[in-house]
């Protein structure tokens, strides 16, 4: 006697997520985009300090150029980041979107979670903003929700261990 091969998987739903990243994000991308513009710039600078009347003539300009930019990016970038990076967590699945330029829309289901794991960099402690990394058994990697509450992030870690922990499999 046969048995009827299982059902096949129900497709989870394809759905922008509900949640924004907190408002303080965009302070967190600007300066670390700052800081990413000051290290550019700084050894430019140094050289044009050390090498006085002797420095290339194009080498004030690069040095211009960087921090115009740069200064630019942190301004303008983190603004967009904020309104594209959405986050949401049900009882089937973790949805991401994030990215600017190029645009990634992640959906890790439930089942398939490993590991959960919070990140506080020491900008984000200063900003009390964390990251949620949920790690799948994908080989796309793990799924993260940056800029979030350091309060929202534990809470949110909790929740997905919790709804984890309920969900049958071995989670590969």
Known sequence: ???APPPPPTALPLRPPAHQ???RAVRWWQLRD????????APQLAVLLVLGADAPGWLPVTAGVTAVLGLAY????PRILYRIHRW???GEAVYTLSGWLVREWRIAPISRVQTVDTEHGPLQQLLKLA?????TASARGPVTIRGLDADDAAE???VLTETTQAVPGDAT
């Open 1 to 3: 006697m046969q048995t």
């Open 21 to 23: 990243v907190h408002p």
């Open 34 to 41: 700052v800081l990413g513009t000051v290290l550019l710039t």
């Open 74 to 77: 942190a301004l303008v970038v």
């Open 88 to 90: 949401e967590v049900t």
């Open 131 to 135: 990251s949620v990394t949920v790690t």
């Open 156 to 158: 949110l870690a909790r």
